[in-house]
Every structure is written in structure tokens, then in C-alpha cells.
């Protein structure tokens, strides 16, 4: 499942082999909720961009086409047309994201649809069987995810609830596994560590996880309003208590620097909607630090969005003409920018790979990290 190769410090240089394909890690997973990168980038968009792992939302996809329907039609891979390996989210974080809408209780989440408002139940073994339908290769445990900061006691409450939810997941994650019409008979379930921004419940969680011998662990319930410090601080802690052979997976984080810094402290998987929520605002991610395309000096600029970069865009267009297409509307704006930034987070977990081959990692955190955090 995962080999680590080599260490850099705490930086990690491993290959992890699912049912769907091999992958180098670190690596940041592709964020398509609804089987789609939103910006209209396909499945042939994705191999071209060099993406390892597409990410698709086991909640919305309940809600719409239906999980049932999708595991009708051969599964997710089939479906998006994407032959590469996929991991699903749990449905867990629509429990923070969607606070108004939803009751927790021992047995699951009951929610109010976003869509139409209709009564919807999701417990462990309902997220385990709709990932399953779905036939992702990596599937979630479902975790409540809570705010930070939140009082002790309720954290320490809901990370007990979390893992007696995990228990269930592992139990029906196997059952499913061996049922003769299953999608991917060789889907994997990764645990969740949970505790709020309090180190010791996350130790204590930690732990927990560790015993029940999973293939892999994330890191959840970070970036949800936390200073960045805490989060750094919050991994540096729960790291020496998960398994170092396994895969290790930051949920919902974040911006080059972020990912910069926690694969200095031991994290192999990243995930975030940000590179394509801000290029559809037109927040392009240079080499050099981010660019805003909107800004009217970019209006006669016929240099590339990045003058480093050998993305499709970047080999083709001009920052003159994106700035033209968001002015005019035009919705190729979306999916040329979302495309970049995309290819560029994708890059990005080359170069650190190719850093940490060549034993030079932490040169690459010492000129990268500040600068890719700056605003031209």
C-alpha cells in the first residue's frame, strides 16, 4: 500500500499503490466534488495537468446523481471517465459545513438537503455503502469535524464519538469489501485523527487510531478558523503517533506555503479547493508569489501567466487575454486559470518530491515557503 522511500528531516518521499495506479507522494489530490473540477476541467484535462488522485465528495454525490445510479453505471472511475485513483471524502465535513442543517446523534447525522430541503440520514455504515457504490480506492471514515476554537469538553466528546463512528466504518468497510457485486473489492478506509486545537486529545486520538491498524491516517478538523501556528502546531504533535508506514493525509490544507511546511513535518497527502476557487477569481499562483489578472496593469501584458511554467495555458495565452476573457465574462476565464493553478499545485508536489530525492529539501522550503506566500 505505501513504501517510504527515504526521509528528509521529518519530509517524507514515498510511492503509494492502490487498485487504480501507483502514486508519488507528497502529493495534493485534485478537488472534484461532483465527479467535475469546477472550472470545466475533464478527466483528459486532469492527465494533462499531471494530476495523481482526483478527489469527489461522497455527500453531494448522494444527494445527486445518486450513489445507487453511479454504482449502476460501473462505478466513478467509469463514469467521470477517469482511470486514475480516487479518494472520497466521508460525508464528515458536510457536519461542520452545513452546521444549520443537521442533528448529530449517537447513530449518524440527520440533514436538511441544501438542494431541496429533504430529510437525509448518514451514519458510518451509510458512508461507508455509498463510497462503496461509488467504488472509490480510498474511502473516508465519517468524523464530525468541529469549529476551532471549541469548548474542551464538547471536542473531547465529539473525538470519542468519532472514533465509536470508526469502529463501525472498519466493520462495514470489510463486510462491503466481500460482497460478490462490490465496485472495488480492494477500496481502502484511512482513518481520521480528531481533537480540536487541543494536543493532548489529539495525542490521545492519535493513539487510538493507530491501534486498529488501517492503511492509512488524515489529519482532520484543521484550517476551520485556527491560526496557522496551531495547525502546525496541532501536526507537529499528532505526527510521532502515527504509524511512520503508512500514508499520512492533511485534510483541506491549503496554500503553497502550507503544503510546503507540513511536508516538513511528515505529511504525504494534501487536498484544498483553494487553487481553483481563486483562479476562478482570477488569483493565478506564479513562482514568484500570486497575481491578480483583474488588475488593469495586466491589460496590454503579453507575457505568460508565469513566465516558469510549461502549462498548457502558460505555452499558449497571455496574461493580456485571461485579463480580457474575466472583463468580458467569458467562461473560458474559469477554465483556463483553473487549469494553471491546478497544473501549478501539481508541479509544486513535483519539485518537492524532486528536492527530496536529491537531498535538498530543506533549500527548496528556505526560498519557496515565504515567497510563494507573497502577493505581487
Known sequence: MFELLKTDGKARRGVFR?????????????????????GGL?????????????????????LRPGDALIKKLGGLHRFMTWDGPILTDSGGFQVFSLAGLRRIREEGVYFASHIDGRKIFMGPEESM???????????MAFDECVANPSPRDYVKKSMELT??????????????????????????????????AYADLRIEHAKMIADLD????????????????????????????????????????????NI??????????FDCVMPARNARHA???????????????????????????DCPVCLRYSRAYLHHLFKAEEILALRLSVMHNLYFYNQL????REALDAGCFAAFRAEYSEKLSKKI
Not at 510546503?260 to 497527502?269: L, Y
Open 42 to 62: 475533464s478527466a483528459e484535462d486532469l492527465q494533462r495537468i499531471r494530476c495523481q488522485v482526483e478527489l469527489s465528495n461522497t455527500y453531494h454525490l448522494h
Open 214 to 257: 488501517l492503511p492509512g491516517y488524515a489529519i482532520g478538523g484543521l484550517a476551520v478558523g485556527e491560526p496557522t501556528e496551531v495547525m502546525y502546531e496541532i501536526i507537529e504533535a499528532v505526527e510521532p503517533f502515527l504509524p511512520a508506514d503508512r500514508t499520512r493525509y492533511l485534510m483541506g490544507v491549503g496554500t503553497p506555503s
Open 283 to 309: 488569483r493565478l499562483f506564479t513562482w514568484e508569489g500570486a497575481i491578480n489578472l483583474k488588475n488593469a496593469k495586466f491589460e496590454a501584458d503579453d507575457s505568460p501567466i508565469d513566465p516558469q511554467c
Open 349 to 352: 508536489m513535483e519539485r518537492i
Open 18 to 38: 492502490c487498485a487504480h495506479g501507483t502514486v508519488q507522494t507528497p502529493v495534493f489530490m485534485n478537488v472534484g466534488t461532483q465527479g467535475a473540477i469546477k
Open 163 to 196: 472514533y465509536r463512528w470508526l469502529l463501525r466504518c472498519k466493520a462495514e468497510n470489510a463486510r462491503l469489501n466481500q460482497l460478490p457485486d462490490t465496485v472495488n473489492p480492494r477500496q481502502m478506509l484511512w482513518g481520521i485523527n480528531q481533537g480540536g
Open 260 to 269: 510546503i511546511e507540513a511536508v516538513a513535518r511528515g505529511i504525504d497527502f
Open 129 to 139: 455503502q455509498i463510497q462503496s457504490n461509488l467504488g472509490s480506492d480510498i474511502c
